[in-house]
């Protein structure tokens, strides 16, 4: 192929300039010939794209402008491309593919060059359009000067013809009333009005009709199956299309507006008996495609503001998250609501934030030496007295603790699987969407934009839809899909919608991939009734509630999408909704990320959020969801709330840098919370609260004045909630809530807090490097169990337990805490732990303490092993003591001896010489293996325990009132 420059010199010579301005007198049919001279010129009308083919595509009275009405200002790939799909497109109303056997004159006289034009006007032939379809013979063409054309009764059109309006558009309308009867018709540059006897401007049955550049005023267009139709670059004012059954429609490049029902009305599943003009449609389709799912477009940034599209307003903090790097841990931009710059080189260097559990045992050597908290000065040799950690329990000797170790493949495999995937990838990945997109039945609307009416697409009864590219904007809905219909919806613009932006009903599905939704009045989608479509890759921002709702039995797959800056929660369950959301962004919101309320469900695995002003996942009042595997960070509040009657298994998530809490748990909830993560966040690791939420103020600010009641449908979800029964076999009844194989680790108050008159089971975690106490209980008139722990390093004491409190300490390994190992002023039962190395006592009873201290092995630094003041009463029998550094071994003072009784202790002095002292015989603590054999036994060995009052609370350190960070809602 030529260069132009050789081009130009090749055909005379002449300057390209002159060339375009010679060639821009052509027509059409000579710009073929002159193409056909030789590959120069062929080379040289090519080049014509922006000026001759410009021209001819703009001057075209068929059609407008190729990116009308939503881009009109954007130019076309190829002018001349886009000319040739207006040239093809306008003769696919002549390809009827019905043979004439018995004749091939017939044939050929049915499609003769030489077919007739017939003028209708003032002066012309004829003076009507009725009278000039009598005389008009198969595929004659019509042309009707400017002016208003009124038919007094219905048309019935049984010719073949081509209907064309003479002049600009405006210039010729109908007053019509069509039934198309024959094979095919095109009608083109007219405006459609309907007659006072019928609001049905034109109807088909079974042929095919090819609008193009047309106006349709008030009035409605029909097509039955096996009908057809092609609509092109027209514009519906206040009026409809609805279409029946129809195997295969197309509506291209078309403007809604004000229209008072529905734009577009597709019902019934697509009939089989299909018309000619099927496989030509197809075929138009396929060839002038506009989009291609293939494509595997650069993946989302969060730091880039530009993919975000329309960011809320307002001081928003922006933590980048790097996700899929090869970098050890997770770190911001910025200073998060917890830590420092610092604090993070101080702590969090060679950290694994997200590594998760193998089921195996609890992975606690990376803790083994937070800096800055040793356990004795630097010039003082007291290497004899460390007693350091390796996994899964305290080690056997006491040596120097062994190094961090380094990031592992699991974490770097688990920062990959966060990143936001493409659309093509999600496709890849899912053969039954894939096969989704790719499919085409019933109506395509490719194109086309609806706006300043009440809807814009209706699909009803198995309709099938198809919608690309489309603009929906200040409608009351975009589309609504009911009653077992499928829709498509691919790179649609959804925004400014007065309620929702679309509405899925009675079991209907399909794919929404890749759209913008955004700034709706209610939810972006609305998920309901048995619903079950694929949410994919789109993005769902700024709306004035939720992003996504799912309620009354409505399930969805829900991946890869950006749902950030909604007024209300990201995604909001309830009412039994069920469906599975995965590997989604959500970030930035006003309220929670994900609520799960009123006995919703659901699956939310492997998603990153983020940055959201209330609590990250937020579960109550029968919510019963599984949490797994996702990362809760860099929240203004909490990170994940389990109010009043909240459930759900919470397992392996990251719950990190969080302002208020990693996780706030209510009074009569029963969540099992297993193998997190939960780091750095300000204020506790886990508080449980015996305080009941305001439901009512809840409400009204999560959502309950979302329409959650359809325009004329019942407002009774009770009876939708008795329709599906779907359980989660793999999960395991709880009576009592349990924390369990947890990392709580250098959170900015206690690591565990409980406040609570309820049971609770804390198994087999490690709380470690916390601010204040490692484990922290107030007003538990219920007997917390807290079994199977390392609680270690952390700044105050490792377990405080206030006065009136019942708690069972078992198999603990409780060390190198900067304060009292143990310190009780409650009631219970301290059974085969190993407290040791603490700064502080090793156990400290005060007050009325009334504790059984049996088996225990005890060691301080500087301090006492048993310390008892005041009146204490209860058993100190058949523990270790190991002589601390001062050679203090056990003070007793105690006003009546004959309630404390102490009794075969052995206490073991330390001699400077002597071996260093080994955990030996048992092993040292916790026995990981053994905690999760009493696990199951522990489900139910205790009832929950129902509040009926709501108790006013005073939270210690860092936490000033009595309520959560989380709002008022608390």
Same mark, same amino acid.
């Given at each position: 192929m030529l260069p132009i420059?050789?081009?130009?010199?090749?055909?005379?010579?002449?300057?390209?300039?002159?060339?375009?301005?010679?060639?821009?007198? #052509?027509?059409?049919?000579?710009? =073929?010939?002159?193409?056909? &001279?030789?590959?120069?010129?062929?080379?040289?009308?090519?080049?014509?794209?922006?000026?001759?083919?410009?021209?001819?595509?703009?001057?075209?009275?068929?059609?407008?402008?190729? +990116?009308?009405?939503?881009?009109?200002?954007?130019?076309?790939?190829?002018?001349?491309?886009?000319?040739?799909?207006?040239?093809?497109?306008?003769?696919?109303?002549?390809?009827? /593919?019905?043979?004439?056997?018995?004749s091939t004159c017939l044939y050929l006289f049915r499609r003769r060059k030489d077919r007739r034009v017939l003028y209708v006007g003032p002066g012309c032939e004829f003076d009507n359009l009725g009278s000039a379809l009598t005389s008009a013979n198969i595929y004659d063409k019509i042309v009707l000067f400017p002016g208003i054309y009124e038919e007094q009764g219905e048309i019935i059109l049984n010719v073949p013809v081509e209907i064309m309006g003479q002049g600009k558009l405006g210039d010729v309308a109908l007053l019509v009333c069509v039934d198309q009867h024959c094979a095919t018709t095109r009608l083109?540059?007219?405006?459609?009005?309907?007659?006072?006897?019928?609001?049905?401007?034109?109807?088909?049955?079974?042929?095919?009709?090819?609008?193009?550049?047309?106006?349709?005023?008030?009035?409605?267009? *029909?097509?039955?199956?096996?009908? !057809?139709?092609?609509?092109?670059?027209?514009?519906?004012?206040?009026?409809?299309?609805?279409?029946? +059954?129809?195997? #295969?429609?197309?509506?291209?490049?078309?403007?809604?507006? =004000?229209?008072?029902?529905?734009? &577009?009305?597709?019902?019934?599943?697509?009939?089989?008996?299909?018309?000619?003009?099927?496989?030509?449609?197809?075929? #138009?389709?396929?060839?002038?495609?506009?989009?291609?799912? !293939?494509?595997?477009? /650069?993946?989302?940034?969060?730091?880039?503001?530009?993919?975000?599209?329309?960011?809320?307003?307002?001081?928003?903090? !922006?933590?980048?998250?790097?996700?899929?790097?090869?970098?050890?841990n997770f770190l911001p931009t910025s200073k998060t609501p917890q830590a420092s710059e610092k604090d993070f080189q101080e702590n969090e260097i060679n950290k694994d934030l997200c590594s998760t559990r193998d089921g195996k045992g609890i992975a606690h050597d990376t803790y083994s030496n937070d800096s800055g908290q040793s356990s004795s000065n630097e010039n003082e040799p007291e290497d004899q007295y460390k007693f350091s950690h390796k996994a899964p329990s305290l080690s056997h000797t006491l040596v120097r603790p062994l190094p961090r170790r380094p990031q592992t493949t699991r974490?770097?495999?688990?920062?990959?699987?966060?990143?936001?995937? !493409?659309?093509?990838?999600?496709? @890849?990945?899912?053969?039954?969407? @894939?096969?989704?997109?790719?499919?085409?039945?019933?109506? #395509?609307?490719?194109?086309?934009?609806?706006?300043?009416g009440k809807g814009g697409v209706f699909i009803y009864s198995q309709g099938r839809a198809k919608m690309e590219g489309n603009i929906f904007r200040d409608l009351v809905y975009a589309v609504r899909c009911v009653q077992n219909s499928k829709i498509i919806m691919l790179k649609n613009d959804i925004y400014h919608c007065k309620t929702s932006g679309i509405f899925l009903r009675l079991e209907a599905g399909g794919l929404i991939a890749d759209n913008n939704i955004y700034s709706n009045s209610e939810a972006g989608v609305d998920i309901r009734k048995g619903a079950n479509p694929f949410i994919l890759c789109n993005k769902i921002h700024s709306g004035l509630r939720s992003g996504i709702v799912v309620l009354g039995n409505g399930k969805g797959i829900i991946r890869s999408n950006q749902i950030y800056g909604n007024k209300e929660a990201g995604i909001y369950i309830l009412y039994k909704g069920n469906p599975i959301v995965s590997g989604n962004h959500i970030f930035q919101g006003l309220a929670a990320g994900i609520a799960v309320n009123e006995n919703g469900r659901?699956?939310?695995?492997?998603? &990153?959020?983020?940055?959201?002003?209330?609590?990250?996942?937020?579960?109550?009042?029968?919510?019963?969801?599984?949490?797994?595997?996702?990362?809760?960070?860099?929240?203004?509040?909490?990170?994940? &709330?389990? =109010?009043?009657?909240?459930?759900?298994?919470?397992?392996?998530?990251?719950?990190?840098?969080?302002?208020?809490?990693?996780m706030?748990?209510?009074?009569?909830?029963?969540?099992?919370?297993?193998?997190?993560?939960?780091?750095?966040?300000?204020?506790?690791?886990?508080?449980?609260?015996? *305080?009941?939420?305001?439901?009512?103020?809840?409400?009204?600010?999560?959502?309950s004045n979302e329409n959650f009641n359809d325009e004329g449908e019942a407002s009774s979800w009770e009876n939708d909630r008795d329709g599906e029964e779907d359980q989660f076999s793999s999960r395991q009844p709880i009576s009592v809530a349990l924390i369990e194989s947890n990392n709580i680790d250098h959170n900015g108050a206690a690591g565990l807090y409980v406040k609570s008159n309820e049971a609770l089971n804390v198994i087999a975690n490690v709380i470690h490097a916390n601010k204040e106490s490692g484990l922290t209980i107030l007003q538990s008139t219920q007997l917390t169990r807290i079994a199977n722990n390392s609680i270690s390093y952390n700044h105050l004491g490792g377990v405080l337990v206030e006065s009136e409190c019942r708690v069972e300490l078992r198999g603990n390994g409780i060390h190198n805490n900067r304060g009292p190992g143990v310190s009780s002023k409650g009631d219970g039962t301290i059974l085969e732990n190993d407290i040791i190395g603490n700064r502080g006592c090793g156990l400290q009873l005060l007050q009325a303490a009334n504790m059984k201290i049996t088996k225990n092995r005890i060691h301080s630094f500087r301090d006492y092993g048993i310390v008892m003041l005041d009146h204490v009463k209860g058993l100190v029998q058949e523990n270790m003591i190991f002589q601390g550094k001062t050679k203090k071994t056990i003070l007793q003072q105690v006003s009546n001896l004959e309630d404390c009784l102490v009794e075969n202790n052995n206490f073991l002095a330390f001699k400077k010489f002597d071996d260093p002292w080994k955990l030996e015989n048992p092993p040292a603590r916790p026995h990981i293996e053994e905690a999760r054999r009493s696990i199951s036994v522990s489900h139910n060995s205790q009832k929950v325990v129902n509040m009926t009052s709501r108790i006013a609370t005073r939270v210690e350190g860092r936490c000033p009132n009595s309520r959560s960070i989380f709002c008022t809602i608390l």
């Open positions: 420059s050789q081009v130009t010199m090749e055909v005379s010579g002449l300057p390209l300039e002159l060339w375009r301005l010679i060639l821009a007198y #052509l027509r059409l049919p000579d710009l =073929g010939r002159c193409s056909l &001279v030789c590959k120069a010129w062929y080379e040289l009308i090519l080049s014509l794209d922006s000026t001759r083919w410009r021209q001819l595509c703009l001057r075209c009275i068929e059609c407008r402008h190729p +990116n009308w009405p939503n881009q009109p200002d954007v130019e076309p790939r190829s002018w001349r491309e886009a000319f040739k799909q207006h040239y093809l497109a306008a003769k696919t109303w002549t390809k009827n /593919a019905q043979e004439f056997e018995s083109c540059n007219l405006v459609f009005m309907p007659v006072w006897f019928s609001p049905v401007m034109y109807k088909v049955s079974s042929g095919h009709v090819q609008f193009d550049n047309c106006n349709f005023e008030n009035g409605q267009l *029909q097509i039955h199956a096996p009908g !057809t139709c092609q609509v092109k670059f027209c514009t519906f004012n206040q009026a409809t299309i609805s279409l029946h +059954n129809v195997a #295969l429609s197309v509506l291209e490049n078309c403007e809604f507006v =004000g229209s008072e029902i529905a734009s &577009v009305t597709v019902e019934g599943y697509p009939s089989s008996d299909r018309n000619w003009a099927y496989k030509h449609l197809m075929g #138009l389709i396929k060839s002038s495609s506009a989009f291609s799912i !293939t494509q595997d477009p /650069a993946p989302f940034n969060p730091s880039n503001q530009e993919t975000l599209g329309h960011l809320p307003t307002g001081n928003l903090r !922006t933590c980048e998250i790097v996700i899929g790097e090869n970098q050890s974490s770097s495999n688990l920062q990959k699987s966060l990143e936001l995937k !493409t659309l093509h990838q999600e496709l @890849q990945r899912d053969s039954k969407a @894939q096969s989704l997109a790719n499919s085409l039945q019933g109506c #395509l609307i490719r194109k086309c934009l609806f706006r300043d659901g699956q939310i695995i492997e998603n &990153v959020i983020r940055e959201n002003h209330w609590g990250g996942a937020d579960i109550r009042r029968g919510g019963d969801p599984i949490l797994r595997s996702n990362l809760i960070c860099f929240g203004y509040s909490d990170g994940v &709330v389990v =109010g009043e009657q909240g459930k759900g298994l919470i397992e392996g998530n990251t719950i990190y840098g969080n302002k208020g809490c990693g706030w748990i209510m009074s009569s909830s029963l969540p099992h919370i297993t193998s997190n993560h939960i780091a750095h966040n300000s204020i506790y690791g886990v508080a449980v609260f015996c *305080q009941k939420d305001d439901a009512n103020n809840y409400l009204s600010r999560q959502g």
